[in-house]
């Protein structure tokens, strides 16, 4: 987005010489999106920042999707999903289509390798912990409650202080705030429910020794997805200094201020990020609806062009309760299929001045499908809960949704 920073030692103009004491040159790159007629950062590297020694093929994860075929709402409990402990070769896919793919992994405390996604930015939604990202820009903290956006092609590794559950969405665009709440030149303007104060990007260089260094680079091939080990001639983290409005940085979902109404306000309030053929949205706790005859809990719905994703990360779901729906589960309702509360939670919501719930929601543009990590973790049973009974006729649980 188009806020500008300058962290670390750079020239008085750009394009121009930059020598370290001893008088070498230090070596600028321009690192901008969509044929640099968008955001960019200069960044001045000590080492050549395309010398690279070798490259061979990194085998990904499993990136096979299943069609969501015979149609239906579904259900799955990420929190039953065993991963391996590296916060980048430990993420299993969940979800994806050609425009997103979402993961979950929940890590040791062991750096990650160096990695660069050259296919989209991403951003990585902190269920729990906290630690370090350091990237060519400098060092990001991170807690719980944190969207870690990292733009594409940003080389970077994840320095967990405890074990941390992370749930990446993984774009093949740019992510950013929603239009509506940008100004013509970028600022975020009055309406919107957050401001730059409340992103925090990286405030000093990250200098780092080294040869022959690897990094893991995710990208694109006419077959689909692929990965290369590249081998870089010294250590990617050489900048000595940068500029620009292109750069990571986070952003916690307590500085969200939610926007509330008289009566009930639809998702796109809630809306934080966006995607080419994609949305971010998060519901927090809040004040709710406040007319005489208000109904808190949402009328039914049909996104007709959107399926919609659901994670569920923190509150009290007491409605919800038998329904299997609980912290750490992820609901999928594609898109056109109605869907709302229990009747009997309608008349339950009545009088109820504040919600006290957190979710992550993602709606795309385009039908997602099942990685193997979702497959693996799904409940057979969420789909039948309106009706109370599934096809073998047994009863099912009622469903409550605050979405």
């Known amino acids: 987005m188009a806020y500008y920073r300058a962290v670390g030692e750079i020239p008085p103009k750009r394009h121009t010489q930059h020598r370290d004491p001893d008088g070498h040159l230090y070596y600028e790159e321009l690192m901008g999106e969509e044929g640099f007629s968008s955001d960019s950062s200069l960044l001045y590297h000590r080492g050549v920042p395309s010398a690279i020694v070798a490259s061979e093929v990194w085998d990904l994860p499993d990136q096979t999707l299943t069609p969501n075929h015979p149609l239906k709402p579904r259900h799955l409990r990420l ?50 912990g906290s630690g370090v990202v350091e990237t060519v820009f400098g060092v990001l903290s991170f807690r719980t409650g944190d969207y870690v956006v990292i733009p594409r092609a940003t080389t970077h590794r994840w320095v967990p202080a405890e074990s941390c559950r992370l749930y990446p969405i993984e774009a093949n665009s740019h992510i950013a705030p929603p239009k509506r709440y940008l100004s013509r030149y970028g600022q975020l303007l009055e309406h919107a429910p957050f401001c730059e104060r409340d ?90 609806d406040y007319h005489e005859l208000a109904i808190p809990v949402p009328y039914y719905h049909s996104n007709v062009d959107s399926d919609e994703v659901m994670f569920y990360v923190g509150g009290d779901y007491e409605a919800r309760k038998g329904s299997g729906i609980g912290i750490g589960s992820i609901s ?57 009974r599934g096809p073998d006729g047994d009863d099912s649980p009622a469903v409550f949704s605050n979405s």
């Open 79 to 128: 929190h039953d999903l065993t991963t391996d402990p590296d916060a980048v070769t430990g993420r299993r896919q969940v979800l994806g289509n050609n425009d997103v793919r979402i993961g979950y992994v929940v890590t040791g405390t062991d750096p990650s390798p160096l990695y660069r996604n050259a296919i989209g930015d991403e951003c990585v939604y902190v269920e729990h």
């Open 199 to 288: 992103l925090h990007g990286p405030n000093q260089v990250l200098l780092e020794e080294g040869v022959d260094v690897e990094v893991l680079v995710k990208h694109r091939t006419r077959a689909g997805i692929v990965g290369s080990r590249m081998v870089y001639a010294t250590h990617p983290f050489d900048v000595v200094g940068w500029d620009g409005c292109l750069y990571p940085f986070t952003f916690n979902i307590d500085d969200y201020m939610p926007i509330t109404g008289k009566i009930h306000q639809p998702p796109p309030v809630h809306q934080v990020f966006e995607g080419h053929n994609f949305v971010i949205c998060n519901f927090l706790p809040r004040k709710v």
């Open 332 to 388: 999928l309702h594609p898109g056109g299929h109605a869907h709302g509360p229990q009747p009997s939670a309608i008349e339950a919501s009545l009088g109820v001045e504040y919600f006290e719930e957190s979710a992550v929601m993602v709606d795309t543009f385009a039908p997602l499908e099942f990685g193997e990590g979702g497959l693996a973790v799904e409940d057979p049973a969420y789909a039948w809960s309106w009706a109370g």
